[in-house]
Nanobody
Framework: QVPLVESGGGLVQAGGSLRLSCAAS????????MSWYRQAPGKERELVAT????????NYAESVKGRFTISRDNAKNTWYLQMNRLKPEDTGVYYC????????????WGQGTQVTVSS
């Protein structure tokens, strides 16, 4: 059983939108904070957004502030990343990562989903 499974990636024109999902299984969802990362070709993986286990607090990379929204649905054991006004520089593989709030060393990574934004 894969703990985290991403979906929702694809090809979109600049200015368009996508919503990524990260479905969790096999662990207690509400105990975990979650982050979205992305990795562009030839670049290091970078943190895009985070959300606390309560969902009250969120943080974003400067490059995506005002365009991306991270959220969670505890009833569905799923996190989301709503991406609006996409730019070609948003292209990359997007990964979700879950960290147990009480023990940050306990973490899970998803397998990644490709997002390609054409100009």
């Amino acid at each position: 059983q894969v703990p985290l499974v991403e979906s929702g990636g694809g090809l979109v024109q600049a200015g368009g939108s996508l919503r990524l999902s990260c479905a969790a299984s096999g662990f207690t969802f509400s105990w975990y904070a979650m982050s979205w990362y992305r990795q562009a070709p030839g670049k290091e993986r970078e943190l895009v957004a985070t959300i606390t286990r309560s969902g009250i607090s969120t943080n974003y990379a400067e490059s995506v502030k005002g365009r991306f929204t991270i959220s969670r649905d505890n009833a569905k054991n799923t996190w989301y990343l709503q991406m609006n006004r996409l730019k070609p520089e948003d292209t990359g593989v997007y990964y979700c990562k879950a960290n147990r709030a009480s023990d940050w060393s306990t973490e899970y990574w998803g397998q990644g989903t490709q997002v390609t934004v054409s100009s």
